[in-house]
């Protein structure tokens, strides 16, 4: 039986995820500014498309209407050309990317960087075991093709810059082989 033919984007979708604290926000700034596709920063667009839904005292968090954020985003994504940065990666569909980045980094640096945000008790105790774990690592492997799933060190201020350079390379290859 013949199938749909899919729609080619334009340009290519990127995930970027790990752990709360470990970087993602940065990079993807400066990614979106170098490179010039869209920064979608989830939990900010979560957000201003009314997807929260009541409070989790324990995490100290807003719950995730994932069907509505996913709805909202499908059009967006179909074009191509987004930075999508959020702490969990196995609810999109898979055939939103076309490549993913994990961010990581040791569990001092993590420590210190969500002591700073303001992070205590069992909202820090659980970040740094995720990390850790290496939880959001394993939940991009499970969640997508692993050919496609890469880590980054985000721990010193110089591997911002490699990892931006890294993600560009990438991104010239994926138009050169898509044009
Ligand atoms: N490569 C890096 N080197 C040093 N500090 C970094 C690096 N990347 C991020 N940071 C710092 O770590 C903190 C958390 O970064 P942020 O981008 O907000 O993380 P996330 O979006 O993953 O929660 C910020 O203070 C940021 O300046």
New binding site residues.
């Given amino acids: 039986m013949a199938t749909a033919p899919q729609i080619k984007r334009q340009a290519p979708n990127i995930l970027v995820t790990?752990?709360?604290?470990?970087?993602?926000?940065?990079?993807c700034q400066k990614l979106s500014e170098t490179s010039g596709l869209q920064w979608l920063e989830i939990s900010k667009i979560a957000k201003d498309y009314n997807c929260l839904e009541e409070y989790d005292e324990v995490y100290q968090c807003p719950i995730l209407d994932e069907d509505k954020l996913l709805d909202g985003l499908e059009e967006v994504m179909c074009k191509g050309g987004n930075i999508v940065?959020y702490?969990s990666c196995e609810f999109f569909p898979e055939r939103w990317f076309d490549v993913v980045f994990v961010?990581r980094t040791d569990n001092t640096t993590l420590y210190d960087?969500l002591v700073?945000?303001g992070y205590t008790g069992k909202k820090l105790e659980d970040n740094i075991d995720c990390e850790i774990f290496q939880t959001i690592l394993e939940e991009a492997r499970a969640s997508y093709n692993v050919d496609i799933v890469h880590e980054l060190s985000?721990?010193?201020?110089t591997?911002?810059e490699d990892?931006v350079n890294r993600i560009c390379l990438w991104l010239q290859q994926w138009f050169q082989d898509n044009q």
């Avoid at 790990?18 to 990079?27: Q, W």
């Avoid at 985000?154 to 201020?157: E, F, G, H, R, T």
């Fill in positions: 790990g752990t709360p604290g470990v970087g993602k926000s940065t990079l940065d702490h961010l960087r700073a945000r985000s721990v010193a201020p591997e911002l990892n």
